[in-house]
């Protein structure tokens, strides 16, 4: 079992910045590929960025290539989702998950833990 917690969201006007972090427990940390997600009102859940467990193997969703940068501490247990030039429509729930397997996917049903989501709001 794995337990995650989010935490770095809140309000950010447009081009502004953010870090996210999901620190993790239970399971061996550096065994498992870890993900994020995010759901606006009213839409579905959609894959941000994903991370292999040792670090390499890197997927990003096109509409943040170049503007986000997914990374892991696994000394710390940790996983970071930097966030630049911020938009409106990055406005979300963004989730993390652990991955039930150590390679980077970009499918929800690829992550079988999930935190309890952070609020990112951008101002226009």
């Known amino acids: 079992q794995v337990q995650l917690v989010e935490s770095g969201g809140g309000l950010v006007q447009t081009g502004g910045s953010l870090r996210l972090s999901c620190v993790a427990s239970g399971r061996t940390f550096s065994s498992y590929a870890m993900g994020w997600f995010r759901q606006a009102p009213g839409k579905e859940r959609e894959s941000v960025a994903s991370?292999?467990?040792?670090?390499?193997?890197?997927l990003y969703a096109d509409f943040v290539k170049g503007r986000f940068t997914i990374s892991r501490d696994n000394a710390k247990n940790t996983a970071y989702l930097q966030m630049n030039n911020l938009k409106p429509e990055d406005t979300a729930v963004y989730y993390c998950?652990?991955?039930?397997?150590?390679?980077?996917?970009?499918?929800?049903?690829?992550?079988?833990?999930w935190g309890q989501g952070t609020q990112v709001t951008v101002s226009s």
């Open positions: 991370i292999g467990a040792s670090g390499r193997g890197l």
């Open positions: 998950a652990g991955g039930t397997s150590p390679y980077a996917k970009s499918r929800a049903a690829d992550f079988g833990f």
